[in-house]
């Protein structure tokens, strides 16, 4: 949720490709095949062999945003080449990527493991692995006229590239 509230507050960091204008969670039942799972060795490690290839042919690497923990510009090259590459390889795609992120504040001391804002997130790439969807114990369903000035607002919302500010490649 702090995502979607931060993307909301701050439409100008373009960290979606349609602003989020109405922050929400939802759950997912999903049946997965091909997960990389960035909490096992093996997904780090594919991860790591894929941004030496990068390093390997020279090139030019995205930075990740050391003051916004939200944009992972490198993380997401790598990702995007991971999968092309598996892809040019007729390799088995991957239905979602998972991964563990320390944000936030240490929780105890600064060994402990654990911070305010860490989570797991999951990017799911097929639409068809979420077999249902269902809200959390915590939320609730918006009212018809939040729903409708919710539509309102996201029919007036530039999407994609209109938000996205066109730049030439060098």
Excluded: W
Excluded at 25 to 53: K, N, R
Excluded at 139 to 147: I, P, S, V
């Amino acid at each position: 949720m702090n995502f979607a509230a931060e993307s909301a507050a701050h439409p100008d960091r373009l960290y979606t490709k349609r602003p989020i204008l109405t922050p929400a969670v939802v759950g997912a039942v999903i049946c997965v095949s091909g997960c990389l799972d960035m909490t096992t060795q093996t997904g780090l490690d594919e991860f790591s062999e894929v941004l030496e290839q990068l390093k390997a042919v020279g090139a030019p690497l995205a930075r990740n945003d050391d003051n916004n923990p939200l944009l992972r510009r490198l993380n997401n090259q790598v990702f995007t080449a991971l999968h092309a590459f598996r892809q040019a390889q007729s390799m088995q795609a991957y239905q979602m990527v998972r991964g563990a992120f320390l944000q936030g504040e240490p929780l105890g001391d600064a060994y402990s493991g654990f911070s305010r804002d860490g989570h797991i997130q999951l990017a799911v790439r097929d639409a068809g692995i979420v077999v249902s969807g269902f809200l959390p114990q915590e939320d609730r369903l918006m009212t018809a006229d939040e729903y409708e000035a919710a539509q309102a607002l996201r029919a007036a919302a530039p999407v994609g590239s209109a938000r996205k500010p066109r730049r030439r490649a060098p």
